[in-house]
């Protein structure tokens, strides 16, 4: 628990007050002695005793008095400073008793530190696991996937790193496929799907951009990374680089696209007809996205939540787009 500033210097006793208690001590002394001597006075103005017996007995009977006096005042006097001194002790424990809170919490800062340090550095080593035959270990890679994912949920300041990572993985093990092999897989009427290990970092990516409440703190670089079929719903995008990407198939429904960019991103074929291969792009906010030489058509643009502000794919902003559209008769539209 972190302590209040200036809390270990309210507690304290002040050094000033020090000198104000010595001066209020010095004067109850002096004014106990010059009460003394008023009484001594009073008492023999009172008694007057008169033969030498008397006067006597007045002088025991004043000493008396007098000690007593002085023993009810080093019972005061003994009393505050034991107060004093108990005080003081207090004051003492309850200030190494802070101490050592810190230094505990300090250690145990420092174990967490070193225990996600060591968990992050065997997660790291997951993610590069081959076989004999140099295939990948899937089942390994994706448990260091979600290792990672669970770094970030409890580490805040290793979130950003983490999602580097992960981003930096997809584009050296997705990276956009040559045009003569791409036209091979698009030629199968199948559905694509991205290997376990990428379709496990879309998932994470989905949950974690929206963790600590601060969304995407840094852009999300996948810049021509083949993501067919990569399940990116609701995805915080914000800003993300999706340049040259393939996204064909992927469902980007609710995504946050703000000012990403995607120039020359590819969603489908202008010329296909069959739906799984078009990117849903249903309820996705595009505002100040560029879209500039994407390759996605009219239906997928006028399905989205928003595109105010976003460069179109043939370079146009949008108002100017939309009223081009509008002039020429189609209906695109999207506030």
């Known amino acids: 628990m972190a302590e209040e500033p200036g809390q270990e210097n309210r507690d304290a006793p002040s050094n000033e007050d020090k000198p104000s208690r010595r001066r209020l001590i010095g004067l109850a002394i002096a004014g106990a002695i ?5 009484l001594v006075v009073f008492l023999w103005v009172w008694v007057h005793p008169t033969d030498p017996t008397e006067k ?23 009393r505050t400073s034991t107060k004093d001194q108990l005080e003081q002790a207090r004051e003492n424990t309850e200030k190494q ?10 250690t145990q800062r420092l174990t967490e530190q070193g225990q996600i340090t060591d968990r992050f550095t065997r997660a ?6 081959v076989d004999e035959n140099n295939n990948k270990l899937f089942e390994i ?17 290793d979130y950003e790193p983490i999602m580097e990572v992960l981003t930096a993985y997809v584009r050296q093990n997705a990276p956009l496929k040559p045009e003569k092999e791409a036209a091979e897989e ?6 694509r799907t991205p290997d376990p290990d990428i379709q496990a970092i879309t998932t994470v990516l989905r949950r974690l951009t929206r963790l600590h409440g601060q969304g995407q703190p840094g852009s999300l670089d996948l810049h021509d990374t083949d993501l067919t079929g990569a399940n990116l719903q609701g995805a915080d995008l914000q800003g993300a680089n999706l340049q040259e990407a393939d996204l064909q198939e992927a469902h980007l429904q609710h995504a946050h696209l703000t000012e990403a960019d995607l120039q020359g991103a590819f969603f489908p074929e202008a010329n296909r007809t069959d739906e799984q291969l078009h990117a849903n792009l249903q309820d996705a906010n595009l505002q100040g996205a560029i879209l500039q030489y994407a390759k996605v058509t009219d239906e997928q643009l006028a399905s989205t939540l928003s595109l105010q502000g976003a460069t179109m794919p043939d370079g146009q902003e949008y108002e100017d787009w939309i009223k081009d559209k509008e002039g020429g008769g189609k209906d695109v539209e999207n506030e």
Do not use: P
């Open 34 to 38: 010059l009460g003394a001597i008023l």
């Open 56 to 78: 006597k007995d007045f002088i025991q009977a004043v000493g008396v008095l007098l000690a007593a006096l002085a023993a009810l005042g080093g019972l005061y006097f003994t």
């Open 97 to 106: 008793l802070r101490q050592a809170r810190k230094s505990q919490e300090q």
């Open 124 to 129: 790291i080593d997951q993610l590069g696991k």
């Open 141 to 157: 890679r994706i448990g260091g996937i979600y290792a990672l994912e669970r770094i970030a949920r409890e580490s805040e300041e």
């Open 186 to 191: 698009e030629s199968d009427k199948e559905e």
